[in-house]
């Protein structure tokens, strides 16, 4: 194996670490966030005023997802297409460990069937280590080792960019967008009493009489 391939491998051992640590603790954040606000988006969202909208736009957001879910699916087939003979006999051994026919369970076999699909050689690789299936790495594996780092930054950069994250590792202005963001989302408004302590407005102080404060 060369020197980048061993590069790339270790690369990926990192990001795949980092990207359990990185769903760990986004898993906590949601939790919290869910603490508060679930309610609200289990509740039937506030009904708006109704609002004429162009038949038209809904004629052509469909078909610019049709469009989306066919190049998705001719890009599939093109990778599989020409997805090395090698790469496909490891897909094949797999197979052979994991199909609910010869004993394997479906949850497992899907794994593997999508890995192969996306042509996510890394994955591929983990398992062929959980199975004991040996795979000889070479130079024209490299191309579909990065194109799986890629994705695996792609992933981390997908939770880190979510309301959740910002919920968990935002400053109080961060904060208090993620609850402009559960208003306008659910059309509820969550009472003080109902938020973080520290993010509740300050009750003014008046002065009653003979100068005593209250609330």
Known sequence: MSKKLKLLKLKSEVLNLERELVEEEF?????????????FYD???KKKEPVIEDPTIHYENAKKERKRKEEELDRQRTLLKNAPRKVKNLYKRLASKVHPDVGGDNKTFQKVNDAYESQDLMKMLKFASDYDISY??????EKLLQDSLDKI??????????IGWLWGTGDKDARLFCIQRVIDETGHTPSQDELPKDLRKKKKKLLGQRGKEKE
């Open 27 to 39: 898993q906590t954040y949601c939790k919290d966030f869910d603490k508060y606000f679930k309610k």
């Open 43 to 45: 509740k039937p969202k």
């Open 136 to 141: 000889k790495l070479d130079d024209s594996d």
């Open 153 to 162: 930054t792609e992933d981390i950069k997908s939770i880190k960019g979510s």
